[in-house]
């Protein structure tokens, strides 16, 4: 079996395609072949049952199956067992070939899909193709892309798309999804998808509406750009003990708790490797004094330039990245562990990643890992940039006030907030962007 790819533009929404054979319109999951040998026989196991007629299936097939669906799917994972066996029960399985238009924006959409392991696929929303992107014979004929609109991500397998357009009234895709290789396809039609998950998707959409609509950082957008939000939100279970970011991980997106609680922590020797431009850093004690020298003699009306010149000053650098690193070169060794730094503990309503935005930062510089089950939304990088950084550019301002209040209570609570340099450096940097910005006011 070969794998499955497809790539899509909203963030995550569902489409389906039509089925030539049987006249139905279908909704899909992908899913590729695994490469190790214990997976792949499981892979092939599944799709055994389901390629089979739906009268064929037995029930002890499928229920053997249920807890791969689960594993591999976060639809099927949310969902009880009776309704997860209705579907295997009763879905349809298909392959398509590279440039397989599974879904066209602005199409009727009359299914869902959702695909298994490496796969991506490319567009904008959820709907029906005939043939076409179909191998023709001979030497298949590369598809432009560029005529479905703009690239915006990727669905990744296991991922379901296709079903915004079934909850909304008006059925109509909003994006295109493209095959990128050889995608094996789960499809679900518009009436199994009605009397299975049709209520479940629905509560879901209302309650990431409800979301948008009740968080301060989004007041005063658009209706459709909030509505946009919603749909490109992406809901996410994580267990005990899993991470929500890692420490030096890109960057791909903001993450927003909805329940559970996870722990906050930073290994600040990992920063300078992180962040090489900002090393060495500057003492922020002396720039600190220097910025009350500088607002005394601007209300003496004494020369604001003299005091670069006065006493060779000069920034001083922090001195604990240098005297932790002889100490490691003494020591010989160095626990991971041992200079991680926990900030807080975090809960409901807060935001991952703020730090990231509100600085530039291209790698997370912070780890957050859950200490018990946790529920978040996650908005990926290219909805970010397309709904935030694009059309509601004074969100990034919000969260740059925010980060200056949570980080520098944050700060407080450690016993010497020199452990934490880059973090405190960082701070003093928006808080000199904001006076720099009140006194062009003033002139």
């Not at 919000?398 to 407080?412: Q, T």
Request: with cysteine.
């Amino acid at each position: 079996m070969a794998k499955n790819s497809t790539n899509m533009p909203d963030g995550s929404l569902v489409s389906g395609e039509s089925d030539k054979k049987n006249g139905k319109k279908l909704n899909h999951f992908e899913i590729s072949h695994p490469t190790d040998l214990a997976a792949a026989y499981h892979y092939d196991k599944v799709v055994g049952v389901i390629k089979k007629d739906t009268s064929e299936r037995s029930d002890a097939e499928i229920h053997q199956i249920i807890s791969w669906f689960k594993k591999k799917s976060d639809l099927f994972n949310q969902l009880n067992e009776k309704i997860i066996h209705d579907l295997i029960k009763n879905c349809s399985f298909t392959t398509v070939d590279r440039d397989f238009v599974v879904i066209k924006q602005g199409d009727k959409g009359d299914c869902t899909t959702s695909g298994y392991e490496d796969e991506r696929k490319e567009g904008g929303s959820t709907e029906e193709q005939d043939d076409k992107g179909k191998k023709e014979e001979g030497k298949p004929k590369e598809l432009n892309r560029s005529k479905f609109g703009k690239y915006v991500g990727k669905i990744v397998s296991g991922k379901s798309f296709g079903e915004l357009a079934l909850i909304n009234p008006d059925c109509i895709r909003n994006a295109t999804i493209i095959a990128d290789e050889t995608t094996d396809l789960i499809v679900i039609d518009r009436e199994l998808y009605n009397r299975s998950i049709h209520s479940f998707h629905t509560k879901e959409f209302e309650e990431r509406k409800h979301f948008v609509e009740t968080n301060p950082l989004f007041d005063g957008w658009h209706p459709k750009d909030k509505r946009q939000l919603a749909m490109s939100l992406r809901k996410e279970k994580l267990t005990f003990e899993s991470y929500i970011v890692k420490q030096g991980s890109p960057f791909d997106g903001l993450r927003f708790i909805l329940n559970g609680q996870a722990k906050l922590y930073c290994d600040p020797h990992m920063h300078s490797m992180q962040y090489p431009d900002y090393y060495p850093l500057p003492d922020v004690d002396e720039l600190e004094k220097d910025q009350v020298r500088e607002s005394l003699r601007r209300e003496l009306g004494l020369d604001t330039h003299s005091h670069n010149k006065h006493d060779g000053y000069k920034p001083l650098v922090t001195n604990l990245h240098k005297l932790s690193t002889q100490d490691t070169e003494k020591s010989g060794t160095r626990s991971p562990h041992q200079h991680h730094i926990e900030l807080c503990l975090i809960c409901s309503q807060e935001l991952i990643g703020d730090l990231e935005v509100a600085m530039d930062l291209d790698t997370y510089s912070y780890t957050v890992n859950c200490i018990q089950e946790t529920d978040i939304y996650v908005l990926d990088q290219k909805n970010y940039e397309r709904l935030i950084e694009k059309r509601n550019p004074k969100v990034v301002e919000k969260i740059r006030s925010s980060v200056l209040e949570k980080f520098s209570l944050r700060l407080s609570w450690i016993q010497d907030k020199n452990d934490l340099p880059l973090f405190r450096y960082l701070l003093y940097k928006i808080e000199e962007s904001r006076r720099q910005k009140k006194s062009k006011k003033k002139l």
